[in-house]
């Protein structure tokens, strides 16, 4: 199964939907291709859904943490919402979990950026 990516707005708050594998090859690339292209014009608050990620290798944790320094670099804020156990875990594991701003709802995610 490949990943798929889509994004909607919300208060000011660019939402990524992705379901599917973020996995070395296609699925990190549709991240940071995702991730580049929403810099490029400009959103500065993006809110990634992990809630329909079903698997996350070390290519895909990798693309999580650049794509969270390339938000930051550029003044903007990267979250993460609704992380599978499978996920949640993952990160710990790998000491994570601590740099993400990890959300479990959508509502309280959006107020959590910056106005």
Same mark, same amino acid.
């Given at each position: 199964?490949?990943?798929?990516?889509?994004?909607?707005?919300?208060?000011?708050?660019?939402?990524?939907?992705?379901?599917?594998?973020?996995?070395?090859?296609?699925?990190?690339?549709?991240?940071?291709?995702?991730?580049? @292209? #929403?810099?490029?014009?400009?959103?500065?608050?993006?809110? #990634?859904?992990?809630?329909?990620?079903?698997?996350?290798?070390?290519?895909?944790?990798? !693309?999580?943490?650049?794509?969270?320094?390339?938000?930051?670099?550029?003044?903007? !804020?990267?979250?993460?919402?609704?992380?599978?156990?499978?996920?949640? @875990? #993952?990160?710990?594991?790998?000491?994570?979990?601590?740099?993400? @701003?990890?959300?479990? @709802? !959508?509502?309280?995610?959006?107020?959590?950026?910056?106005?």
């Amino acid at each position: 199964m490949t990943m798929k990516a889509s994004n909607r707005r919300v208060d000011g708050v660019t939402i990524l939907d992705l379901s599917g594998r973020i996995t070395l090859g296609e699925g990190s690339v549709v991240l940071r291709d995702q991730i580049r @292209d #929403l810099i490029s014009k400009g959103e500065k608050k993006i809110l #990634l859904n992990l809630g329909d990620v079903t698997y996350i290798d070390s290519s895909g944790i990798g !693309e999580l943490v650049s794509a969270f320094t390339t938000v930051r670099n550029q003044g903007g !804020e990267l979250k993460l919402l609704n992380l599978t156990k499978k996920v949640h @875990d #993952l990160l710990q594991i790998t000491k994570l979990y601590t740099v993400f @701003d990890v959300k479990d @709802d !959508e509502t309280s995610a959006i107020k959590a950026f910056t106005k």
